[in-house]
């Protein structure tokens, strides 16, 4: 639960600026590249928010690319009320789904609904980078939880 909440805050610090404003907009159609976008380091690599804002269909929304050194994982698979699809575009590693472990290579996407456990970890020898879209309507209510006693996030 403690990693959990140190990469949702981590997420959080990355998509805000200093005064705590959304710094990246998804509220006008843009093209941004990553010099466009600040990176947040972690202990676990780097991410980078290119999208954080809500869009008129969208509510929450994040749009980014995260770069995990080999053998590292932002945090163990985890669950959530929003829709997620992770692409990983360099590296390899291992994709974890339900229960479900396989090996996640490049041009592999992921999609979990909502509160599917899922995640990605890099592989020992092997940095890991993926581009994420997570996201929930904006004018739907998110489903229920179907387990509410189940952990948002598993521990080894």
């Given at each position: 639960?403690?990693k959990?909440?140190?990469?949702?805050?981590?997420?959080?610090?990355?998509?805000?600026?200093?005064?705590?404003?959304?710094?990246?907009?998804?509220?006008?159609?843009?093209?941004?590249?990553?010099?466009?976008?600040?990176?947040d380091?972690a202990?676990w690599?780097?991410?980078?928010?290119?999208?954080?804002?809500?869009?008129?269909?969208?509510?929450?929304?994040?749009?980014?690319?995260?770069?995990?050194?080999?053998?590292?994982?932002?945090?163990?698979?985890?669950?959530?009320?929003?829709?997620?699809?992770?692409?990983?575009t360099?590296?390899?590693?291992?994709?974890?789904?339900?229960?479900?472990?396989?090996?996640?290579?490049?041009?592999?996407?992921?999609f979990?609904?909502?509160?599917?456990y899922?995640?990605?970890?890099?592989?020992?020898?092997?940095?890991?980078?993926?581009?994420?879209f997570?996201?929930s309507?904006?004018?739907?209510?998110?489903p229920?939880?179907?387990n509410?006693?189940?952990?948002?996030e598993?521990?080894?």
């Amino acid at each position: 639960m403690k990693k959990l909440i140190l990469g949702a805050a981590l997420l959080l610090a990355a998509c805000s600026g200093a005064d705590g404003d959304v710094t990246n907009s998804a509220g006008d159609s843009a093209i941004l590249s990553q010099s466009d976008v600040t990176a947040d380091t972690a202990p676990w690599g780097t991410f980078f928010p290119y999208f954080t804002e809500d869009t008129h269909i969208l509510r929450p929304v994040l749009v980014g690319v995260a770069k995990i050194d080999a053998g590292e994982e932002i945090h163990p698979p985890h669950r959530h009320a929003d829709e997620e699809y992770l692409m990983v575009t360099k590296g390899r590693g291992e994709w974890y789904l339900n229960g479900e472990t396989r090996p996640a290579k490049e041009g592999d996407i992921l999609f979990a609904r909502a509160w599917d456990y899922h995640g990605v970890k890099a592989a020992e020898d092997s940095p890991l980078e993926f581009v994420v879209f997570k996201y929930s309507s904006r004018n739907e209510r998110a489903p229920t939880d179907p387990n509410p006693d189940l952990p948002e996030e598993l521990t080894p």
